[in-house]
């Protein structure tokens, strides 16, 4: 036991959390064009892998019963699409310790599938850029290649297309999560767009981001997510954890992250989040929330 976990590989899967989210439109093939703001949180799941003859997954963790069957969950699913492209891969026993909420608009899945793939990667010698591993990424999901090299980034298309590493400064937040169900292919369609519908949106430039956190708090105030008004129309509980969020001092902005049901509140300092965050958690013991540091 000893040798085997001195041979574990481990990562972190960090929360995903969309600071903006356009919806340029819908393509003929039915995906939606985006144009995302990204950043990653310090809260996260745990991977790590244990080389060995066999691809194996076991979850624990205080969300672990969110993670859905082992067979089908992402980590399996990406690990998969990587053997698949590249013969002779050495693989192992996965461990997942499950923290962040499921189908929750932060990417828990999908960052614990990007999780895998760089693990495996690491095991294997490869880069995370070689193209085996990059198109198992894109195979698996839309959030996963932006979860690969997880840093400040936009996201384009259906997620498909990643823009270079952002200098953000870092901003700290609350996320909550009042533990509804947000379904996103449910939001998408409430959004109302036929395929090959265009939205009068332009598209975010790539570099075009401030420094200080002050320009940056007012660039993202004159964004949006274009999701947020359908998710409220289909959980309407979201209002009340936007409200509590946006009512809580020193709160400069509180959108919601994805397609929901996760909103956050962006604040000053760790000081005036953890009190907002306390506050919160007192009146809701039953939501998720978590006072982070986003970059």
């Given at each position: 036991m000893r040798d085997a976990a001195a041979a574990a590989l481990t990562t972190r899967a960090p929360a995903k959390v969309n600071l903006t989210l356009h919806v340029l439109g819908r393509r003929p093939d039915g995906y939606h064009e985006?144009?995302?703001?990204?950043?990653?949180?310090?809260?996260?799941?745990?991977?790590?892998?244990?080389?060995?003859?066999?691809?194996?997954?076991?979850?624990?963790?205080?969300?672990?019963?969110?993670?859905?069957?082992?067979?089908?969950?992402?980590?399996?699913?990406?690990?998969?699409?990587?053997?698949?492209?590249?013969?002779?891969?050495?693989?192992?026993?996965?461990?997942?310790?499950?923290?962040?909420?499921?189908?929750?608009?932060?990417?828990?899945g999908s960052s614990d599938a990007a999780g895998a793939l760089r693990l495996l990667a690491r095991l294997n010698g490869l880069a995370l850029d070689a193209p085996e591993v990059a198109d198992a990424a894109r195979a698996t999901g839309a959030d996963i290649p932006v979860c690969l090299d997880p840093t400040a980034r936009m996201m384009r298309g259906a997620g498909e297309r990643v823009g270079p590493a952002l200098a953000l400064p870092p901003l700290f937040a609350v996320l909550v999560n009042p533990g509804v169900a947000v379904p996103t292919p449910s939001v998408f369609r409430a959004l109302g767009l036929v395929p090959g519908e265009r939205r009068p949106a332009a598209a975010t430039p790539e570099q075009d981001w401030p420094a200080e956190p002050w320009a940056l708090l007012a660039r993202l105030a004159a964004a949006r997510n274009d999701l947020e008004a359908p998710a409220l129309g289909l959980a309407p509980a979201l209002a009340d954890a936007l409200g509590r969020l946006s009512r809580s001092p020193e709160c400069r902005l509180a959108p919601m992250s994805g397609s929901g049901a996760t909103v956050f509140g962006l604040f000053p300092d760790c000081h005036a989040a953890a009190r907002a965050a306390r506050v919160i958690q007192a009146d809701r013991p039953a939501w998720w929330v978590k006072p982070t540091l986003l970059r």
């Open positions: 985006l144009d995302s703001l990204v950043v990653f949180a310090g809260v996260h799941d745990r991977l790590s892998l244990v080389p060995g003859p066999e691809l194996s997954l076991a979850v624990s963790g205080p969300r672990a019963d969110a993670a859905g069957p082992t067979g089908d969950n992402l980590v399996l699913r990406a690990a998969r699409a990587l053997v698949e492209r590249r013969p002779g891969l050495r693989v192992g026993a996965f461990h997942l310790v499950k923290r962040l909420p499921a189908a929750a608009g932060i990417g828990g």
